[in-house]
């Protein structure tokens, strides 16, 4: 007969996910103990004997090397 009135739900409408628990630091650390920094490979150029980056371009005495072969001479960074 009677119509039942509407009433606004209670529920909160945030839609994001959140945690049930508090993570505590030492198993949020635990978590993390893969992501470690690595040191970079570096190459020794044998025409030179200078240290640079594996597959990078370098600069010896105003000369840019690549592969062990000077690519520019008298070079001027442009930046």
């Given at each position: 007969m009677?119509?039942?009135p509407i009433v606004e739900s209670k529920v909160s409408t945030n839609k994001m996910a959140h945690p049930k628990r508090k993570i505590s630091k030492t198993r949020r650390d635990k978590?993390?103990?893969h992501y470690k920094a690595?040191?970079?490979n570096v190459a020794?150029?044998?025409t030179?004997?200078?240290p640079h980056l594996f597959?990078?371009?370098y600069v010896v005495e105003g000369n840019l090397y690549y592969k062990g072969?000077?690519?520019i001479e008298n070079y001027a960074p442009v930046a």
């Open positions: 009677g119509q039942t978590r993390r103990t690595t040191a970079k020794i150029c044998p030179t004997g200078e597959h990078r371009a072969k000077v690519i």
